[in-house]
């Protein structure tokens, strides 16, 4: 059974930073691709980052590169977000996914991905 369970959300102020930990289970790792979207009140969701790890390929939206970056431990089997000069604007439910390594990260970002976290809360006060 696939398993993704994301932790390290909370309250953070403006300009800080949090990283978010996605840990995966039920799949061989490698050979997967993991995402992170996001959700704010009343939006859409929207992806935010994805790493592939059998080839290393990573894909950041617009407004997060620079501020944000995506790892993989193949170790531990998680993957990070590193998030830093947080803004307001990107408070959300982060929620992190999971497909089978094989359309660009960029595809699997815009059109969804197969398996999801339950989310976790990032907060960004003003």
């Known amino acids: 059974e696939v398993q993704l369970v994301e932790s390290g959300g909370g309250l953070v102020q403006a300009g800080g930073s949090l990283r978010l930990s996605c840990a995966a289970s039920?799949?061989?790792?490698?050979?997967?691709?993991i995402g992170w979207f996001r959700q704010a009140p009343g939006e859409e969701r929207e992806g935010v980052s994805c790493i592939d790890n059998s080839d290393g390929g990573t894909y950041y939206r617009d407004s997060v590169k620079g501020r944000f970056t995506i790892s993989s431990d193949n170790a531990k089997n998680t993957v990070y977000l590193q998030m830093n000069s947080l803004k307001p604007e990107d408070t959300a439910v982060y929620y992190c996914?999971?497909?089978?390594?094989?359309?660009?990260?960029?595809?699997?970002?815009?059109?969804?991905?197969?398996?999801w976290g339950k989310g976790i809360l990032v907060t960004v006060s003003s």
């Open positions: 996914a999971a497909e089978a390594a094989g359309r660009s990260p960029a595809t699997m970002v815009e059109y969804g991905m197969d398996y």
């Open positions: 039920g799949f061989t790792f490698d050979d997967y691709a």
